[in-house]
C-alpha cells in the first residue's frame, strides 16, 4: 500500500508537471515516452509480436503519432500511410515466420493505444485543452482512487471476478461519487481563477463527464485485465512499483480519452458570450 501510494504521488506530480508545458513541444515527448513503453509492454509482455521488424515499426510510428498535433494533416496522414505499407511490406517479407495474429495486434495497437494518447498530446494545444486533460486524467484516476478505498472497506459483489478479482459494485459506485465530488470541486476552482467575464463553465456537461469518465475509466482497466488473464501474464511491467507498468497505470485513460474528446467536440466545457 505505502508503496503504491509513494509511486502514485510522484506519478501525479510528473503528470502535473508536464501540464504545465502542456503548450510546448516538450509535453509531446512527455506523451510519446508514455505511449512507446505502454505500446512496448503490451508487445513484449503478451509475447503478441515475435517479428523485431513490426516490433520497432509499431514503436516508430507510435512515437511519430504522438507529434502529430504539431504537423499539417496530409504530413500526418502521409505518414500513416508510409506506416500500414510498411506494416504490409514486412509481412511479405517474413511471409514464412510472421503471424497473421502478430500484424492483426500491431493494427490494434495503433487504434487502441497510439490514438488515445495522440489525443491526449492534441488536447496540449487545443481551446482549453488544460481542462480536457484534467478531465481525462482527474475523471480516469480519481474514480480508480474512490473505487479502490470504498472498495476495500465495504466491498462485496464481484462485477468480474475471474478477470479483476478486485473490482466490487461497491467500488465502482464509490468511484463514480468520488469523480463527481472531484468535478465540482475542479469546476469552482476552474470557474473562479480561471474564467474570464463572459465565460461560463457547462456544469451539466461537467458533472456528465464525471459519470461517463467514471465508466470508461472502468471499462479501459477491465479491458486490459481481460488480455492480461488471457495471456497470463500479472503486469505488462515494472516501472512503477506497486502499479505494474506504463500500461497498467494508463489503461483507464485510454478508453476516457478519445469520449471526452468526442463531448468537448459536440459540446463546449466553456460558455463564451458572443
Given at each position: 500500500m505505502k508503496q503504491r501510494i509513494i509511486s502514485g504521488v510522484v506519478g501525479g506530480g510528473l503528470t502535473i508537471l508536464a501540464l504545465v508545458f502542456h503548450s510546448t513541444v516538450f509535453f509531446n515527448i512527455f506523451v510519446a515516452v508514455v505511449s512507446v513503453i505502454a505500446v512496448y509492454e503490451a508487445m513484449h509482455s503478451t509475447?503478441?509480436?515475435?517479428?523485431?521488424?513490426?516490433?520497432?515499426?509499431?514503436?516508430?510510428?507510435?512515437?511519430?503519432?504522438?507529434?502529430?498535433?504539431?504537423?499539417?494533416?496530409?504530413?500526418?496522414?502521409?505518414?500513416?500511410?508510409?506506416?500500414?505499407?510498411?506494416?504490409?511490406?514486412?509481412?511479405?517479407?517474413?511471409?514464412?515466420?510472421?503471424?497473421?495474429?502478430?500484424?492483426?495486434?500491431?493494427?490494434?495497437?495503433?487504434?487502441?493505444?497510439?490514438?488515445?494518447?495522440?489525443?491526449?498530446?492534441?488536447?496540449?494545444?487545443?481551446?482549453?485543452?488544460?481542462?480536457?486533460?484534467?478531465?481525462?486524467?482527474?475523471?480516469?484516476?480519481?474514480?480508480?482512487?474512490?473505487?479502490?478505498?470504498?472498495?476495500?472497506?465495504?466491498?462485496?459483489?464481484?462485477?468480474?471476478?475471474?478477470?479483476?478479482?478486485?473490482?466490487?459494485?461497491?467500488?465502482?459506485?464509490?468511484?463514480?461519487?468520488?469523480?463527481?465530488?472531484?468535478?465540482?470541486?475542479?469546476?469552482?476552482?476552474?470557474g473562479g481563477a480561471v474564467l474570464e467575464n463572459g465565460e461560463s463553465l457547462n456544469w451539466i456537461l461537467l458533472i456528465f463527464l464525471a459519470v461517463v469518465t467514471s465508466f470508461t475509466g472502468m471499462l479501459g482497466d477491465l479491458s486490459f485485465s481481460f488480455i492480461k488473464r488471457k495471456c497470463g501474464i500479472k503486469d505488462y511491467g515494472n516501472l512503477i512499483p506497486g502499479h505494474g507498468g506504463a500500461l497498467d497505470r494508463f489503461d483507464s485513460i485510454i478508453a476516457t480519452a478519445p469520449v471526452v474528446c468526442a463531448l468537448l467536440q459536440i459540446f463546449p466545457i466553456v460558455i463564451r458570450m458572443v
Open positions: 509475447r503478441m509480436v515475435r517479428n523485431n521488424a513490426l516490433f520497432a515499426a509499431a514503436l516508430v510510428y507510435d512515437a511519430i503519432a504522438m507529434f502529430f498535433p504539431l504537423m499539417d494533416l496530409n504530413i500526418s496522414v502521409l505518414l500513416s500511410i508510409v506506416y500500414v505499407l510498411a506494416i504490409m511490406c514486412i509481412g511479405l517479407k517474413f511471409n514464412r515466420t510472421i503471424a497473421v495474429k502478430e500484424i492483426s495486434f500491431v493494427v490494434m495497437l495503433a487504434v487502441v493505444v497510439t490514438l488515445p494518447f495522440m489525443i491526449v498530446a492534441a488536447f496540449g494545444r487545443a481551446t482549453d485543452g488544460v481542462l480536457a486533460l484534467l478531465i481525462t486524467f482527474g475523471g480516469a484516476w480519481f474514480c480508480d482512487i474512490g473505487a479502490y478505498f470504498v472498495g476495500s472497506f465495504f466491498g462485496s459483489h464481484k462485477i468480474a471476478p475471474v478477470i479483476s478479482p478486485k473490482k466490487t459494485y461497491e467500488g465502482a459506485v464509490g468511484g463514480i461519487l468520488a469523480n463527481v465530488i472531484l468535478f465540482i470541486i475542479l469546476g469552482a476552482i476552474w
